[in-house]
């Protein structure tokens, strides 16, 4: 079936560091492509998506390119701030539909000031 | 607009006891859909309706779970004789129909059960 594997955190980072949360999917055809985000204390929200091969997703200063070659979705950002300290899950969709959203386990990220 | 919502936001309750927990989809969204977040498993899905029927029920731990959706909009999810096992946070999201990739979240119900 449909798997999502996602680096496993905590990661930990300074302000304005370099991030990268490693995204890789296993999946028939071509299934969209998402990151969700998790803040301390609220739901799931939708930070970015993909929905074909050399897509590029971003918002926020996040981005992610749909990789098909290397079936991955890596989630990066050029410096972080103290606010992006969230959960992040990475999520496929299969292919013509969204019946069901298939998540990574999380990478909990926390940036200091 | 409004977003998803669902309550209670937190539930409390004794093992053997049976829950309802609820959700109110983003207006004019078909599709709903239930999952369960926990520590051990993740975020799992449970199930999803389109419109009120539910094609896909697979993800549903037991038959102590069921759900249901009137009027193509509120649905329940029931959970009967509650375990400790249960204890999680049960999250709704919605989206246009099942076709369209992007689906919106609620906050979620925290279930815990002594």
């Known amino acids: 079936g449909d798997s999502v594997t996602q680096m496993e955190g905590p990661v930990t980072l300074s302000e304005e560091a370099f991030l990268t949360i490693n995204c890789t999917y296993t999946?028939?055809?071509?299934?969209?492509l998402f990151w969700y985000v998790q803040y301390p204390g609220e739901g799931l929200q939708l930070l970015l998506k993909?929905?074909?091969?050399?897509d590029k997703g971003s918002n926020k200063g996040f981005e992610a390119t749909y990789r098909k070659e290397t079936t991955s979705f890596h989630l990066e950002k050029g410096s972080v701030q103290v606010s992006d300290s969230a959960v992040y899950f990475c999520?496929?969709?299969?292919?013509?539909?969204?019946?069901?959203?298939?998540f990574g386990k999380g990478t909990k990220l926390t940036v200091n000031p | 607009g409004a977003g998803v919502s669902q309550s209670p936001s937190n539930k409390v309750t004794e093992k053997g006891k049976d829950v309802e927990l609820r959700c109110d989809p983003i207006?004019?969204?078909?599709?709903l859909y239930w999952y369960r977040q926990s520590l051990g498993q993740g975020l799992e899905f449970l199930i999803y309706?389109?419109?009120?029927?539910?094609?896909?029920k697979s993800g549903l731990p037991s038959d102590r779970f069921s759900a249901e959706r009137t009027g193509g909009s509120v649905s329940t999810l029931t959970i009967q004789r509650t375990q400790q096992e249960d204890s999680a946070v049960y999250l709704c999201?919605?989206?246009?129909?099942?076709?369209?990739?992007?689906?919106?979240f609620g906050p979620g119900t925290r279930l815990t059960v002594l």
């Open positions: 999201a919605s989206s246009l129909t099942v076709l369209t990739d992007t689906q919106y």
């Open positions: 999946a028939t055809g071509y299934p969209s």
């Open positions: 993909a929905t074909k091969a050399d």
């Open positions: 999520a496929l969709a299969a292919q013509g539909g969204s019946e069901k959203l298939v």
């Open positions: 207006s004019g969204h078909t599709a």
């Open positions: 309706f389109q419109g009120n029927s539910a094609p896909d």
